[in-house]
């Protein structure tokens, strides 16, 4: 079946200008989770769905970000008056249920590669 | 609480073994593994759970320690697929994971 797609796969923009990415979850997938991860290093954690509610932004690094879900299945993570260290991957990933104590397995995206000029 | 993960970087050549090691500095209910090879997402390995449930691939052994808050992976007799960096993405009994620093393993023939 398919797996998580993330659009688009690049996105080159200038600092200042707002960008919005993109993640389809696995079909029937509850949880959805977005990380950042830089070159070398472990995806770190930026925020969590369960369905349409968004749990934990805890990893948002400022109020520039913000993600939403609204029927439970896309998800969008936008940053707003972009800066040149927003460049990063952005990767989205999906669980079929809730992560609660480390029993179900995330699924990753391929990423979105993001370059702020 | 970002897990350590040692050695950063290793070298075998095909049919050697390797270990890797995770340590976070605080209680941990589960493990996840993943392997990442370059330019791809992370691909899911195993999870390991407190109280000793498994779950994950046949071909990987893993163990986890939780007095030691600690987790080990094991790869042997490696193959050159087994190529890429190796993360451990530690739970809290919470709703998310942190990930290691990764470790880097490269298969030479």
């Known amino acids: 079946g398919a797996g998580v797609s993330q659009s688009p796969r690049y996105k080159v923009t200038k600092r200042g200008q707002d960008v919005a990415l993109r993640c389809d979850p696995i079909?029937?997938?509850?949880?959805l989770y977005w990380y950042r991860q830089a070159l070398g290093q472990g995806p770190e954690f930026l925020t969590y769905?369960?369905?349409?509610?968004?749990?934990?932004k805890s990893g948002l690094p400022n109020d520039r970000f913000s993600a939403e879900r609204p029927e439970g299945s896309i998800s969008t993570l936008t940053i707003q008056r972009t800066e040149q260290r927003d460049s990063a991957m952005y990767r989205c990933?999906?669980?079929?249920?809730?992560?609660?104590?480390?029993?179900?397995?995330?699924?990753f995206g391929p990423g979105t590669r993001l370059l702020v000029l | 609480q970002q897990p350590v993960q040692s050695p950063q970087a290793v070298i075998l050549r095909e049919g050697e073994d390797a270990v890797i090691n995770c340590s976070s500095s605080?209680?941990?209910?589960?493990v996840h593994w993943y392997r990442q090879k370059h330019g791809e997402a992370p691909v899911f390995l195993m999870i390991l759970l407190k109280g000793g449930e498994q779950k994950g691939h046949e071909k990987i052994s893993a163990s986890f320690n939780e007095k030691k808050q600690q987790s080990s992976l094991y790869l042997t007799a490696s193959q050159l697929s087994y190529s890429g960096t190796y993360f451990c993405?530690?739970?809290?009994?919470?709703?998310?994971?942190?990930f290691g620093t990764g470790t880097r393993l490269t298969i030479i023939p």
């Open positions: 993405g530690t739970n809290f009994g919470n709703e998310k994971l942190t």
């Open positions: 605080k209680a941990l209910y589960s």
């Open positions: 990933a999906s669980s079929i249920g809730r992560l609660a104590g480390g029993r179900e397995t995330q699924y």
């Open positions: 769905f369960n369905y349409e509610a968004q749990q934990d």
């Open positions: 079909s029937g997938h509850v949880s």
